[in-house]
């Protein structure tokens, strides 16, 4: 599948749920005389993003997003509260500094974070080590429900992900992204690129891929987590959040 093809299939079961009530309703008798008023009072609840135009489109973005980085804490503190069950040893001591580097406001670099992978792939941060509660924030910050099978939703959510960066590489790189491909792609990956140049989106979408091509269904975990480590201190999700 294409990145297009991904992102659209990504996309579709939100929508779904947006416009099945307007789908059930109208079906009534009458029902449409109702329905119909109110889809285009409330676009954002009761349409699907095929009916918005690109001003709402930007909008809802932006507040779909500013709702998923409520979640961001929340995350980073469950990860900071498996610290002390670590072992003594190197690769303790690099995480703590990853842990630490976020913490003090600024990011690791792409191969600070490789670096503490294999936390990522046993516990305690693999999927299967994760608490009921972080699973929850994980998949509220992907814009994800929640649901009764959290881990295998987020196996899912990491799979798709994992396929769209694969994609992107595929079809040539970021270089060749137009601007709203490249704000959307942001958008996806827990980054608010409201307001930055081609190039800033550029820059960070190359870490992003960096990392990415370093995982596999081991290490998913890791993936979900790449919104906290290079997105969480980024001042245009602070002006969101703030």
Excluded at 200 to 226: A, G, R, T, V
Aim: glycine share 4%.
């Amino acid at each position: 599948m294409s990145r297009q093809e991904i992102e659209l299939y990504q996309k579709m079961p939100s929508d779904m749920w947006r416009i099945a009530p307007v789908l059930i309703l109208s079906a009534i008798p009458f029902g449409n005389y109702i329905i119909f008023p109110l889809a285009f009072l409330k676009p954002k609840t009761l349409l699907c993003s095929h009916f918005w135009s690109i001003q709402q489109r930007a909008e809802f973005s932006v507040q779909d997003l500013k709702d998923r980085l409520k979640h961001n804490k929340p995350v980073f503190r469950s990860l900071q509260a498996k610290v002390d069950t670590l072992p003594v040893g190197e690769l303790t001591e690099r995480w703590k500094h990853v842990l630490g580097r976020l913490g003090s406001g600024v990011h690791p670099t792409v191969q600070e974070v490789i670096s503490c992978k294999e936390l990522f792939s046993r516990e305690p941060y693999n999927l299967s080590s994760l608490s009921y509660s972080h699973m929850g924030h994980l998949l509220k910050m992907h814009g994800c429900r929640k649901s009764f099978f959290r881990r295998n939703k987020l196996k899912y959510r990491a799979f798709i992900l994992l396929q769209m960066d694969k994609a992107i590489i595929r079809e040539g790189g970021i270089e060749i992204l137009g601007t709203e491909v490249l704000r959307n792609a942001c958008q996806i990956r827990g980054l608010n690129s409201s307001h930055l140049t081609n190039q800033d989106m550029k820059n960070w979408l190359k870490q992003w891929l960096e990392l990415s091509q370093h995982i596999d269904s081991s290490s998913f975990s890791l993936l979900l987590h790449c919104p906290i480590f290079f997105a969480y201190n980024h001042p245009m999700n602070w002006v969101l959040i703030y």
